[in-house]
């Protein structure tokens, strides 16, 4: 069950998840307010996307009438122009609602407001004159009042008069039909006006019925929806005039019923007739274009030229279209109509029972298409990534856009496509966003990972580049180097019970030595065992890639003197060293001293150069005696240096007695590690019997370095730099390849490193890198062939930096050394010699190298090589 819930966890939190639950919930909430309680709440830009989509579903679907149930008498410019300015003598008015009457409309409905007297009648127009006799005033007096022609037409028609709502103040009053409601109440819902600019009370009396004509603003001003009905004053209900003209035209005494559910108002209900609303009460309009067969000029119908066949069984509307008047508004059709024509529209689909609906199903079918895209997105996005699951949100707006189209086309039904579109592509964006997030966080990953491995330059190039790596490479002039321990086969021996302390090792030596290379933005090709290969000049193009590789050589001998030190710091303090000075310093501690301290610890390289101290009398008196010890004592560790140079005592008998079989032994060892003792041990095998030679192989087979008791250690290794056209690119297979380089240049730079153990350097550089960083200290060591090549290179040793160049103690060297290879070039053996010593002393480290011309120079004395010797020394071994 834990391992479950964890599994859970882990799912829930992959590629933004939470995030995304998170946002499904706020859009199925922004989607329907009421969930959280809010009656009339709906985001405008939420419902701005969905009204329009409406509209264009109302242009792509127009609803097409022939025969208009609803005819408009139109107060029209022609009108006016002809029977006079607006507003028009009651009577004339009147005389059109007993010519409609006549002609036997079920139902009159005024869309406009008669709320002051007549002021054209003879009474008002008696008041206002000043100069009138009283017989005059009298006779005005005596005729009939316009607004009571007006009412006794009204008693001999149905005709409901229309009443205007008033958001500044107006007058509460009673409709003309009681109001009743089933469910919920409607106070909450209906659209409220403070009160309403009612039409005078003896035009009220006679009416058959009233209605509120004035339309709610929408917030882009286009009349989509017509309130069925209104309350007065916040709790009075009052009808709509196209609700109470279709209740007077039917004669019913019933109540108008509001219908209510849990979500708002669902019905109005006039003689039992239910006519859907929205949750507010009103009534969504299907529209028609607009059509002038539905009008009927007003002039004309006064003027008796209108065909009153047209108005017999039709409802009346009796509205104005003038522009003097400004009746007109805004429809989804995209052009403007008269208020009077809306009207008509709205009562044609309500008799037609074509008026839309939007019942809160369909919020539901839409808020259940929100939810299941929205999970299947939240599961599959973060799984199957973004190209297989943008299906979803297209899948949404086809189905949705198609359904919506259908369920208007056929049922009058408002589905809204938007929302559920805009909500799933809005949710596949976030979640396709975070998952972007994760995979940049685990590319960031897998390049901190890759980088332990491959270099930071590669990884980086790897992880912008979005095309896959190719096989392939180019010719590109570059600087390789190899880097190597020297004598790792000893050192393991030293870690033979404790593999983690030789990885541990093994991993400070490598890290200090990349650091170097990453620090003059070189590449790190790969890590072999104890070795590293690096480059310059690829993937990034550095002109001085020579250079830097020189300074990065001259960092990784500065990191390991480092390294060295904390290693004996680790192991055990100097002894001998002394207490503290006061103040807590520490006296200074000399070469001999710290050898001396090193050489106790068990550190074979220290124990060697301290033997050559003793043997040279160089910071202590000479003595054979110690310096034969301390040889010794490196020897047994399995120092190579040291064998050879005990193997080559045993072959002259110095300071020990002549063993050739010993001397075999000890050269046997150091040839393991050492190429250049492959001759002296040839000729001491050849001055030996098969069974002596057979003894001492048996020996060599069983020979284990000395054990210590101490892990004190000093690391040394060989650095071998190159330059030169190479291929660089990704090499290997096509199931698994690597970034790196190959070629000649590549092959000399490993051959270069080895020799270091030969010469007794550090760096040995080739030509080609010294003639591209001419800036640094280099010294020649020799010209060489080595393993696997017949031409000889001119190699260097890099001894410092450009600074150490200009020095005139280096200049000093450079001369005398270079006056010293003419001589032995020239086989000036003596002078050759006079000219050795005149250089050891002019630069430190260089001992093994002058050491191995003087053992070169010993055996030429005996055995010359020639007239035809060019110098080149050729190498037996890699």
């Not at 391992?3 to 329907?32: E, S, V």
């Not at 086969?489 to 490598?510: A, C, M, Q, V, Y």
């Not at 060295?564 to 006061?582: H, T, V």
Request: glycine share 8%; net charge neutral; aromatic share 8%.
């Amino acid at each position: 069950m834990r391992n479950l819930f964890a599994r859970l966890r882990r799912f829930a939190a992959g590629h933004g998840r939470i995030p995304g639950a998170i946002l499904l919930i706020g859009l199925l909430i922004l989607q329907n307010p009421s969930m959280l309680g809010f009656q009339n709440a709906d985001l405008t830009l939420i419902e701005a996307l969905r009204v329009r989509y409406f509209d264009l579903l109302q242009r792509a679907l127009l609803r097409t009438e022939t025969n208009h149930p609803v005819l408009i008498v139109d107060v029209d410019d022609k009108s006016i122009e002809e029977v006079g300015q607006w507003p028009w003598p009651r009577n004339k008015i009147a005389k059109m609602v007993d010519i409609l009457t006549r002609a036997k409309v079920p139902a009159i409905g005024f869309d406009m407001v008669f709320s002051e007297p007549d002021r054209t009648s003879p009474d008002a127009f008696a008041d206002n004159l000043t100069d009138a006799t009283p017989d005059l005033t009298g006779l005005l007096n005596a005729l009939p009042d316009n607004d009571l022609i007006f009412a006794e037409s009204l008693k001999r028609s149905r005709v409901a008069l229309g009443e205007a709502g008033d958001n500044i103040g107006g007058q509460i009053t009673q409709p003309a039909a009681p109001f009743g409601w089933k469910g919920r109440s409607f106070v909450p819902y209906l659209y409220n006006f403070p009160g309403i600019l009612p039409a005078l009370p003896v035009l009220r009396d006679a009416a058959a019925g009233r209605g509120i004509f004035s339309l709610p603003p929408e917030n882009d001003g286009v009349v989509r929806r017509v309130p069925a009905a209104v309350r007065i004053g916040g709790n009075q209900p009052y009808p709509s005039l196209a609700i109470d003209l279709l209740r007077v035209a039917t004669g019913t005494k019933s109540p108008i019923v509001l219908e209510s559910d849990y979500a708002g108002i669902a019905a109005v209900i006039v003689a039992g007739v239910r006519i859907p609303t929205d949750r507010n009460g009103q009534i969504w309009i299907r529209y028609g274009p607009h059509d002038p067969e539905r009008f009927i000029s007003a002039a004309d119908l006064l003027a008796g030229r209108a065909d009153l066949n047209r108005v017999a069984g039709r409802l009346i509307l009796i509205g104005s279209s003038a522009l003097a008047l400004q009746d007109v508004h805004s429809t989804p059709l995209g052009y403007k109509m008269p208020g009077t024509e809306i009207m008509a529209q709205l009562i044609e689909t309500v008799i037609k029972q074509t008026t839309l609906q939007r019942p809160y199903i369909a919020i539901g079918i839409e808020a259940a298409v929100v939810a299941v895209a929205g999970i299947l997105l939240i599961v599959l996005v973060p799984s199957l990534g973004a190209r297989w699951t943008i299906a979803v949100p297209v899948l949404v707006a086809t189905a949705m856009t198609g359904s919506s189209w259908y369920l208007f086309s056929h049922n009058n039904y408002l589905l809204d496509a938007t929302y559920p579109t805009a909500a799933t592509l809005a949710l596949y964006l976030v979640l396709v966003y975070f998952g972007q997030v994760a995979e940049e966080r685990r590319r960031k990953a897998v390049s901190r990972n890759f980088a332990q491995y491959l270099s930071p330059v590669v990884v980086e190039r790897l992880a912008k580049d979005p095309n896959p790596p190719k096989l392939g490479g180019e010719q590109r002039d570059m600087t390789v180097v190899f880097v190597d321990i020297a004598g790792f086969t000893t050192l393991s021996e030293r870690f033979k019970g404790d593999p983690e302390g030789l990885t541990h090792l093994i991993n400070r030596f490598l890290t200090t030595m990349s650091e170097s290379v990453l620090e003059q933005e070189g590449t790190i090709d790969k890590y072999i065992g104890d070795a590293m290969m690096a480059f310059w000049n690829a993937p990034v193009d550095l002109p001085d890639h020579a250079a830097r590789g020189c300074a990065a050589a001259l960092a990784m001998v500065d990191g390991l003197n480092r390294l060295n030190a904390e290693l004996a710091a680790e192991s055990q303090p100097i002894k001998g060293s002394g207490a503290p000075a006061a103040g807590g310093v520490a006296p200074a501690v000399t070469r001999i001293e710290q050898l001396e301290s090193d050489a106790h610890s068990g550190i074979a390289q220290a124990q060697y150069q301290l033997a050559k101290a003793y043997r040279d009398g160089a910071g202590v008196k000479q003595s054979v005696e110690m310096a034969l010890r301390w040889l010794r004592a490196a020897a047994d560790q399995g120092d190579a240096r040291a064998q050879r140079n005990l193997g080559l005592r045993y072959v002259r008998g110095n300071g020990v007695p002549q063993d050739d079989r010993e001397a075999l032994f000890w050269l046997s060892l150091a040839q393991l590690h050492l190429d250049t003792v492959a001759d002296d041990r040839a000729a001491v095998q050849y001055r030996l019997s098969s069974p002596d030679v057979e003894a001492v192989q048996a020996r060599v087979a069983a020979w284990k370095p000395a054990p210590i008791g101490s892990r004190a250690i000093r690391m040394e290794m060989g650095i071998g730099l190159n330059t030169g056209l190479c291929l660089a690119g990704n090499l290997g297979s096509k199931f698994r390849f690597n970034y790196s380089v190959m070629g000649d240049p590549v092959n000399l730079a490993s051959r270069l490193e080895a020799q270091t153990r030969t010469y007794g350097v550090d760096v040995i550089v080739s030509e080609s890198t010294r003639d591209a960083a001419p800036d640094y200290a280099f010294l020649e060591l020799d010209l060489i062939a080595v393993k696997g090549k017949t031409e000889a290179v001119r190699i260097f040793a890099l001894l410092g930096t450009g600074a150490d160049a200009q020095t005139e103690q280096f200049r000093q060297l450079t001369e005398t050394h270079a006056r010293f290879l003419t001589a032995y070039r020239a086989q000036r053996w003596g002078e050759a010699r006079e000219l050795l010593r005149a250089c050891r002393p002019r630069w430190d480290g260089l001992g093994e190298l002058y050491d191995l011309y003087a053992r070169r120079i010993t055996m030429f004395e005996d055995n010359p090589p020639g007239t035809d010797w060019n110098g080149v020394y050729v190498a037996h071994s890699k």
